[in-house]
């Protein structure tokens, strides 16, 4: 089974646990997409949920498929959230921020009862940031300082879109893509998290740490779920 089609099959049963009433916490990416799909035929026949999206990209995914859509003020407790990531290690901790949405993500994720998580067999991997450079959303003032001291915990960064285009993401900030594999990746995610955001500059980093409730993983012969303490 090819990539495309191991995401899908994720994707679709991460929407089995969906139920009517719900607030549903929408993610962000080619992953979360199908589910995007799915959502929008359930609600077409008839299933009365209201969905909360993270980034502006979702957004017009979902009102394209008809999902009614609500806000973090409005609906500050969301039931269910499904959403991607780039890279999950042990203990089911995360990268994210692939799709430049991990401010949104991480909000979504912190007002979320329950976080399913869906992703391709690709993204496992042992250790956090041998698979996929660390996303950091930082201000653009003064962002060559802000990346200087980000360096001091990785190899390197690089800013995404390069410097005469950058990427500017949903909360106007840019980001930087900080390879940790010349530092055998993250070893320690809580403290490499905390640490990062304590730089001046830096708005919030793509480490999830003990969020995921059930990582549901779509592989060459099926689908593989891992559950939090297991
Ligand atoms: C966006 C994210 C995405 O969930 C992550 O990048 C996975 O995307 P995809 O399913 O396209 O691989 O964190 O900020």
Same mark, same amino acid.
């Given at each position: 089974?090819?990539?495309?089609?191991?995401?899908?099959?994720?994707?679709?049963?991460?929407?089995?646990?969906?139920?009517?009433?719900?607030?549903?916490?929408?993610?962000?990416?080619?992953?979360?997409?199908?589910?995007?799909?799915?959502?929008?035929?359930?609600?077409?026949?008839?299933?009365?949920?209201?969905? %909360? &999206?993270?980034?502006?990209?979702?957004?017009?995914? $979902?009102?394209? #498929?008809?999902?009614?859509? *609500? +806000? =973090?003020?409005?609906?500050?407790?969301?039931?269910?959230?499904?959403?991607?990531?780039?890279?999950?290690?042990?203990?089911?901790?995360?990268?994210?921020?692939?799709?430049?949405?991990?401010?949104?993500?991480?909000?979504?994720?912190?007002?979320?009862?329950?976080?399913?998580?869906?992703?391709?067999?690709?993204?496992?991997?042992?250790?956090?940031?041998?698979?996929?450079?660390?996303?950091?959303?930082? %201000? &653009?003032?003064?962002?060559?300082?802000?990346?200087? $001291?980000?360096? #001091?915990?990785?190899?390197? *960064? +690089? =800013?995404?879109?390069?410097?005469?285009?950058?990427?500017?993401?949903?909360?106007?900030?840019?980001?930087?893509?900080?390879?940790?594999?010349?530092?055998?990746g993250i070893t320690e995610p809580a403290k490499v998290e905390m640490a990062l955001n304590n730089l001046p500059g830096v708005v919030e980093n793509g480490i999830f740490v003990n969020r995921a409730d059930k990582v549901i993983v779509g592989t060459a012969s099926?689908?593989?779920?891992?559950?939090?303490?297991?």
């Amino acid at each position: 089974m090819n990539t495309e089609y191991q995401k899908k099959i994720a994707a679709e049963k991460a929407t089995n646990e969906i139920r009517p009433g719900m607030v549903v916490g929408l993610g962000t990416g080619s992953t979360v997409y199908y589910a995007l799909l799915k959502i929008g035929t359930l609600v077409k026949d008839g299933l009365d949920i209201v969905g %909360i &999206p993270t980034s502006e990209g979702t957004e017009k995914i $979902a009102t394209a #498929q008809g999902i009614p859509l *609500s +806000t =973090l003020s409005t609906h500050p407790k969301i039931d269910l959230t499904i959403d991607g990531a780039d890279e999950v290690a042990l203990r089911l901790n995360l990268i994210k921020g692939g799709g430049a949405a991990l401010v949104r993500e991480k909000i979504i994720a912190n007002a979320s009862q329950r976080i399913l998580i869906v992703v391709d067999e690709s993204k496992c991997s042992q250790v956090l940031g041998t698979n996929f450079p660390l996303p950091v959303e930082i %201000i &653009p003032f003064g962002w060559e300082a802000t990346q200087k $001291a980000v360096n #001091q915990f990785c190899g390197s *960064s +690089t =800013l995404r879109g390069g410097e005469e285009q950058p990427l500017v993401t949903d909360n106007g900030n840019y980001i930087l893509d900080c390879d940790f594999s010349p530092v055998g990746g993250i070893t320690e995610p809580a403290k490499v998290e905390m640490a990062l955001n304590n730089l001046p500059g830096v708005v919030e980093n793509g480490i999830f740490v003990n969020r995921a409730d059930k990582v549901i993983v779509g592989t060459a012969s099926g689908i593989r779920s891992m559950e939090k303490d297991s």
